[in-house]
């Protein structure tokens, strides 16, 4: 069965300093990889998505950025943190339109 | 993708049904009505979902309209576990996968 792992699942960090979270999914191959952030009471934002190995879409410019390294292998770096990089981030993997989307259980990011 | 839209909040009584309504009036031949929801703290999981004919799981039921500009999330028995942010989503061929507000489900004992 398929299966996502994101960690970690709590990050303090202080502004400035840089950020890795990483992603990774089993039992599938070729995935569509998505991250997203939630800020506090707020709704998902799509930040990025990849159809394949080094292929990287933006949605929102920010100072963050994204690579695929590997097929299942998704990661979100930061060189410097701002308060406003603070909220839930989520990971999540999909095929076809007409098949679910599957979401890790997030990383909870305060910049203090 | 096209755009959907939910109420921000519903309120349902335990062991009632729900009937959570999404407009979609923009959606195209080849968009998927999607459903996820959010519990605290957690990432959405996925509900249901269908392309114009009703459908059933373990979950909820799908009702779609048969013009398709708007669909019904329907819970047949709210339970206190069913508290949560509803989220439609229209999936096509492209690789987007964006969500909207959602709709916040308040189930009271």
């Known amino acids: 069965s398929q299966t996502i792992h994101q960690w970690p699942a709590t990050l303090v960090q202080p502004v400035g300093s840089p950020l890795s979270l990483e992603c990774t999914v089993e039992?599938?191959?070729?995935?569509?990889l998505y991250w997203y952030r939630q800020a506090a009471g707020r709704g998902l934002q799509l930040l990025f998505y990849?159809?394949?190995?080094?292929?990287i879409s933006s949605e929102v410019p920010q100072n963050l950025s994204a690579s695929r390294p590997q097929d299942r292998q998704f990661i979100l770096s930061s060189k410097k943190l701002l308060l406003s990089d603070s909220g839930f981030y989520l990971c999540?993997?999909?095929?076809?339109?007409?098949?679910?989307?599957?979401f890790g259980q997030g990383t909870r990011l305060t910049v203090v | 993708d096209a755009k959907t839209t939910q109420p921000n909040s519903m309120e349902s009584n335990e062991e009632e049904p729900v009937h959570l309504p999404c407009n979609h009036s923009?959606?195209?031949?080849?968009?998927?009505i999607h459903w996820y929801r959010q519990l605290p703290s957690q990432g959405p999981e996925y509900v249901i979902h269908g392309l114009t004919s009703n459908v059933n799981n373990r979950m909820a039921s799908l009702a779609i309209a048969e013009d398709r500009k708007s669909s019904t999330l329907i819970l047949h028995r709210a339970t206190l576990r069913d508290a949560a942010v509803y989220y439609c989503?229209?999936?096509?061929?492209?690789?987007?996968?964006?969500f909207g507000g959602g709709t916040r489900l308040m189930v009271k004992p």
């Open positions: 039992g599938t191959s070729n995935p569509n």
């Open positions: 999540a993997w999909m095929w076809a339109a007409n098949t679910e989307a599957f």
């Open positions: 990849s159809v394949g190995i080094g292929q």
């Open positions: 989503i229209l999936r096509n061929a492209g690789n987007m996968l964006t």
């Open positions: 923009t959606i195209s031949g080849t968009d998927y």
